[in-house]
């Protein structure tokens, strides 16, 4: 049963479906991402934003149960990571440049996921168009949804668990860059895992 979150654009007719339409293909035009930290998170939190535009857009009259609690989660999850993206981009642009530069990579794959995340709501709003979604059971569709939220999920841990280890270390992006060429992964960070081994 979809909850009370969900709201479903019964009724919208044409011009509804005209909408989500158009905001499909807006969303396939590639984009030029701004270099920092506050730009490219707000990128990724735009993204997550127009997906659950979408994702809101579509009607689970015709859903299986289950689909329609997938449908619930995937709008959720775009929910509550968008805003949590702004903090992490305006906490990111306060650290200095070294660590910026740490921090890029793993900016940059939760703007991938969230590019992933986003290319699958329009599949499952373009499948819900199309009346592919009805049935019982999952379909590829469905499983790419999941799968989406699974990759957006593992960016979200990388780029905080990133975030938190330049705070806690304000040297860790001059460590890295130096890292390169000379330290292994556990000589960056035998400190951390010394630190919570007491544990």
Do not use: H
Request: hydrophobic share 50%; net charge negative; aromatic share 6%.
């Amino acid at each position: 049963m979809v909850n009370s979150v969900r709201r479903r654009a019964t009724g919208t007719g044409l011009a509804g479906a005209a909408v989500v339409a158009a905001m499909i293909g807006a969303a396939s035009a590639p984009v030029a991402y701004a270099d920092t930290p506050e730009d490219v998170t707000a990128q990724a939190a735009q993204d997550l934003n127009q997906g659950t535009i979408l994702l809101d857009g579509a009607d689970a009259a015709e859903l299986s149960a289950k689909q329609a609690d997938i449908l619930t989660d995937a709008e959720s999850l775009n929910n509550e990571l968008a805003p949590l993206l702004f903090q992490i981009g305006t906490a990111q642009e306060g650290l200095s440049a070294a660590d910026q530069t740490f921090l890029a990579n793993a900016d940059e794959q939760f703007v991938s996921a969230a590019q992933t995340m986003l290319s699958a709501d329009q599949a499952f709003v373009a499948a819900d168009q199309a009346g592919d979604l009805s049935g019982s059971g999952l379909n590829s569709v469905d499983l790419t949804l999941l799968d989406g939220a699974l990759g957006l999920l593992s960016a979200d841990v990388n780029v905080g668990g990133a975030t938190l280890f330049a705070f806690l270390d304000p040297d860790i992006g001059t460590l890295s860059a130096a890292s390169a060429s000379d330290l292994s992964f556990d000589a960056v960070f035998a400190p951390y895992l010394e630190l919570f081994s007491v544990f």
